[in-house]
């Protein structure tokens, strides 16, 4: 079997409003300094979004919009690890698995220093993966859009050993 039928890069983007009165909760870890949280469908976890959307396009699956479209109400407030359970069980069954994942977070505040090692350990939790294999990155928008959350995800894949 060549190289690149074993391996698979995918990418995903997600965003939300910021508003009063929501948690924020990133790679399923409730930010607890933050005064504002997304707006969202379900509980708006951007990154674990970006990441269950990077994970479906490596393997040509469509988006997470497609598996739990936002005009269902059986999906209103649905706790992200559960989308990111059923794309992983997705991916598992094509025999492939994640080995790398980068994420970025784009959010003016609060800053997210000090939970960076909760949630990329989180992360890796959920995927199975050592927390070394997980980058977490944050950034601010730099005041361009302070009324938003958004994540980038990079994941590698690999086929699972028969």
Do not use: C, Y
């Not at 190289?3 to 995918?10: N, V």
């Amino acid at each position: 079997m060549a190289i690149f039928d074993s391996l698979r890069i995918g990418f995903g983007e997600d965003a939300h409003r910021l508003a009063q009165g929501r948690p924020l909760v990133l790679g399923g870890v409730a930010i607890a300094n933050a005064e504002r949280g997304a707006v969202a469908h379900s509980d708006g976890d951007a990154l674990l979004h970006a990441l269950s959307d990077a994970l479906l396009s490596a393997l040509a699956l469509g988006d997470i919009g497609q598996h739990f479209p936002d005009t269902s109400p059986e999906w209103k407030d649905l706790d992200s690890t559960v989308i990111l359970r059923h794309v992983l069980d997705l991916v598992s069954q094509r025999d492939f698995t994640p080995v790398n994942v980068a994420v970025t977070v784009t959010l003016d505040r609060p800053k997210l220093g000090a939970s960076r090692a909760e949630i990329a350990e989180r992360v890796a939790q959920l995927l199975r993966l050592t927390s070394d294999r997980v980058g977490v990155t944050f950034k601010t928008s730099e005041g361009l859009a302070p009324d938003h959350v958004q994540a980038r995800a990079t994941v590698l894949l690999a086929r699972s050993a028969p």
